[in-house]
């Protein structure tokens, strides 16, 4: 069975085969030079961008499942990225937040509200196409 995406890292040649698995990596073997070698999985690279959101969220008292129900990311590497990138555990605090998800015109419609931007209550930031509005209840 040939392996298209892979190529001999000896004799740069396509014509490979699987040849079992080895501490969880596929193993290959090069029908031209019988070279065995193993290729790391490169996974799926999420942009920056999302685990700076992720744990711009985090902070903000957002937790792991509304982070991956907003973000569309897991919140398994959520809670990776928090243990990474050695963020604090949050404190108890007496606010709950809450989030809506606004386009342009409604966000437009919000901010004309005074009210809805009391100092110190709410914070705005975008994802993607859309608006996410933050804001903190007391408990």
């Known amino acids: 069975m040939l392996h298209q995406q892979n190529v001999c890292p000896k004799c740069n040649d396509t014509k490979i085969i699987k040849s079992g698995v080895l501490k969880g990596k596929q193993r ?42 907003i973000l569309g990311v897991s919140h398994v590497s959520v809670m990776n990225w928090v243990r990474k990138y050695n963020i604090p555990k949050l404190e108890k605090i007496g606010y709950k ?3 809506k998800m606004m386009n342009h015109s409604e966000l437009l419609t919000f901010v004309i509200n005074k009210e809805n931007l009391e100092e110190g209550t709410s914070m705005i930031t975008n994802i993607g196409s859309k608006y996410m509005v933050i804001f903190w209840e007391k408990r």
């Open 28 to 69: 290959y073997k090069c029908k031209e030079c019988n070279y065995f070698f193993t290729v790391q999985k490169l996974g799926n690279e999420i942009d920056l961008k999302f685990v700076i959101k992720a744990l711009q969220l985090y902070l903000e008292g957002v937790t792991y499942r509304e982070i991956e129900r």
């Open 97 to 99: 937040p809450q989030y």
